[in-house]
Structures are given as structure tokens and as C-alpha cells.
């Protein structure tokens, strides 16, 4: 760790102007790749709701501190479907100390109802294999908010409809999306 604070002393003198560039850019590839050994690494694996309705999605976030990289095996589980949404990883630099995690994001969406449990997510990080905790995950069938403001198809009172007369409207989506994803769309 001394030679990491004598190199960065000799960049910032501009003794060493050259490796201004290279050194810096060589520490964050070997952060990156999970080179730079860490003294702990801790997998954590978290929901962002604990319960849902068949029409909705749940998001599940694995962090994996102490490494910029890592294996992942997600179980598969009858009724629900994961969709891995990205990943992000942190680089940080504090008094010469390097340390590194990343975060692996995944859409849940439930076929069924019904109470379901995640199992644990293994993780292989440097040739160790590590696992996160099991989840609890209830599904209902629908939200109690939908279920009242729903109306029903032959309900003679449906919003814009006035003497018999029915409101149509046409919405276009303009690209391919993903279930969870924000699309722009466009009402004529």
C-alpha cells in the first residue's frame, strides 16, 4: 500500500507525467476485473417489496461488495420469471484504499398467485462461492386498488361514454420494450 501512496505522490509533482494516464487507468482495470483482493466480500441479496399482485414486478438487487466482478447463479423458481434489468459497479478511491462492488438488478414477474420463497443466489467471486439469504415473496391476484376502479365491461355508466356513444382512442409505442421499462407512448 506504500508504493500506491509514493506513486501517487510522484503523479500529482508531475515528476512522472507519462503516467499521469497510465497508472490511473491501470488501477481502475484492476479494480474492475476484481483483481485489487479485498479483505471482506459480502453478498447481499434485497427485494423492493415484499409483496405484489400477479400484475406487477418486483425488483431484486444482488450487491456484491469487496469485488468488481463476480459469477452469479439465480435458481430458477415455478412462477415466477427473473429478467436481468443491468448492473452497475462502484469504484472508490478513499486515502489510498481501494475498494470495489457490484450490483446486479433483476425483474420478478409472477405467473400465479401464491407464496413463494427465493432461494439463496450463489455467487462465485475470486474461487470462493458464496450465497445470499433465501426471500420470502407473497403474489396475490390482483391489487385491491384495480379491483375497485375496474369497471366491469357491461357496466352502462363507463367513463366518456354519454347517450350510447363510445370514445375510442389509438396509442402507439415507438421502439421494443421490456416488462418494468417507462415507454413513451403517443395518444391520437
Same mark, same amino acid.
Given at each position: 500500500?506504500?508504493?500506491f501512496?509514493?506513486?501517487?505522490?510522484l503523479?500529482?509533482s #508531475?515528476?512522472?507525467p507519462?503516467?499521469?494516464?497510465?497508472?490511473?487507468l491501470?488501477?481502475?482495470?484492476?479494480?474492475?476485473?476484481g483483481?485489487?483482493?479485498?479483505?471482506?466480500i459480502t453478498?447481499?441479496?434485497?427485494?423492493?417489496?415484499?409483496?405484489?399482485?400477479?400484475?406487477?414486478?418486483?425488483?431484486?438487487?444482488?450487491?456484491?461488495n469487496?469485488?468488481?466482478s463476480?459469477?452469479? /447463479?439465480?435458481?430458477?423458481?415455478?412462477?415466477?420469471?427473473?429478467t436481468?434489468?443491468g448492473?452497475?459497479?462502484?469504484?472508490?478511491?478513499?486515502?489510498?484504499?481501494?475498494?470495489?462492488?457490484?450490483?446486479?438488478?433483476?425483474l420478478?414477474?409472477?405467473?400465479?398467485? #401464491?407464496?413463494?420463497?427465493?432461494?439463496?443466489?450463489?455467487?462465485?467471486?475470486?474461487g470462493?462461492?458464496?450465497?445470499?439469504?433465501?426471500?420470502?415473496?407473497?403474489?396475490?391476484?390482483?391489487?385491491?386498488q384495480?379491483?375497485?376502479?375496474?369497471?366491469?365491461?357491461?357496466?352502462? /355508466?363507463?367513463?366518456?361514454?354519454?347517450d350510447?356513444q363510445?370514445?375510442?382512442?389509438?396509442?402507439?409505442?415507438q421502439?421494443?420494450?421490456?416488462? #418494468?421499462?417507462?415507454?413513451?407512448?403517443?395518444?391520437k
Amino acid at each position: 500500500m506504500r508504493a500506491f501512496q509514493n506513486l501517487f505522490a510522484l503523479l500529482k509533482s #508531475g515528476y512522472l507525467p507519462g503516467l499521469q494516464i497510465i497508472c490511473p487507468l491501470a488501477l481502475l482495470i484492476m479494480v474492475s476485473q476484481g483483481n485489487c483482493h479485498a479483505a471482506d466480500i459480502t453478498v447481499t441479496a434485497t427485494l423492493n417489496r415484499a409483496s405484489m399482485s400477479v400484475e406487477e414486478t418486483a425488483e431484486m438487487v444482488v450487491t456484491v461488495n469487496g469485488s468488481g466482478s463476480a459469477e452469479l /447463479d439465480v435458481a430458477e423458481v415455478d412462477g415466477l420469471e427473473f429478467t436481468q434489468r443491468g448492473h452497475s459497479r462502484q469504484l472508490q478511491f478513499i486515502n489510498g484504499t481501494a475498494s470495489a462492488s457490484l450490483s446486479i438488478t433483476y425483474l420478478i414477474q409472477a405467473m400465479k398467485p #401464491g407464496s413463494y420463497v427465493i432461494p439463496a443466489v450463489t455467487v462465485e467471486v475470486e474461487g470462493k462461492k458464496l450465497q445470499t439469504e433465501a426471500i420470502p415473496l407473497e403474489v396475490t391476484s390482483s391489487s385491491p386498488q384495480q379491483q375497485e376502479t375496474t369497471p366491469s365491461p357491461s357496466s352502462p /355508466d363507463l367513463p366518456g361514454e354519454k347517450d350510447g356513444q363510445k370514445a375510442f382512442l389509438r396509442a402507439e409505442v415507438q421502439n421494443q420494450s421490456y416488462v #418494468g421499462e417507462q415507454v413513451p407512448l403517443q395518444i391520437k
